[in-house]
């Protein structure tokens, strides 16, 4: 039993200790995660029987369950194995660029538009003189 004015825990070593807790749970979590994504198998190809996969649609859960661009949901047609698969570097990289590229095709088409309608046209000066 502790007595009037001897040492005990205060508020802010409970909030050390709560914050040491959720940063350790945190830190497993990530690590965890990272080690689950790291096992998933890359390429096209079905882990089960090296055949043919189809993408499948992500939708629902399944989009927040792929963790992103990185991975797809696929669908092995010689022995029906679904599941995920990560895609290569390379993919990743030509969809980056791939999605730059029309950015800034659709840029340059809103800019020209917005010239277009900021021009006055050759009426409204005349009119206005």
Do not use: Y
């Amino acid at each position: 039993m502790l007595q009037a004015g001897a040492p005990g825990w205060t508020w802010s070593d409970a909030i050390i200790f709560i914050v040491v807790i959720a940063s350790l749970q945190l830190a497993m979590f990530w690590l965890l995660t990272t080690v689950f994504l790291g096992m998933i198998t890359e390429g096209d190809r079905c882990p089960v029987c090296d055949g043919d996969t189809h993408a499948v649609e992500r939708n629902g859960w399944w989009r927040v369950i792929s963790f992103g661009e990185r991975n797809r949901r696929s669908w092995c047609v010689a022995c029906g194995w679904e599941g995920l698969l990560r895609r290569s570097d390379a993919w990743v990289a030509r969809e980056r660029e791939r999605r730059r590229a029309w950015r800034q095709a659709n840029t340059a088409r809103t800019d020209a538009a917005r010239a277009r309608l900021q021009t006055p046209s050759s009426n409204q000066t005349r009119s206005g003189r």
